[in-house]
């Protein structure tokens, strides 16, 4: 079985996270005092409208009963 998608999911600790309004926000103002931690802490850089089709079907194949 395979699934469909849409959008990124938050990065797994975001729960330290206010807000996903804010987390999305942030990186977006490079003069937000956040700004420089938050994209170090995604890794760099995060695009919410990316969906991994092929990722999401892999992980959810190994938790198939």
Same mark, same amino acid.
């Given at each position: 079985m395979r699934v469909a998608g849409e959008? #990124?999911?938050l990065p797994e600790d975001a729960r330290r996270q206010? #807000?996903?309004g804010e987390f999305l926000e942030v990186p977006k103002y490079p003069t937000h005092e956040e700004h420089a931690d938050m994209l170090m802490w995604v890794g760099g850089s995060f695009d919410p409208t990316r969906f991994g089709l092929d990722l999401?079907?892999?992980l959810l194949a190994t938790i198939k009963a």
């Amino acid at each position: 079985m395979r699934v469909a998608g849409e959008s #990124a999911c938050l990065p797994e600790d975001a729960r330290r996270q206010p #807000a996903y309004g804010e987390f999305l926000e942030v990186p977006k103002y490079p003069t937000h005092e956040e700004h420089a931690d938050m994209l170090m802490w995604v890794g760099g850089s995060f695009d919410p409208t990316r969906f991994g089709l092929d990722l999401g079907n892999q992980l959810l194949a190994t938790i198939k009963a």
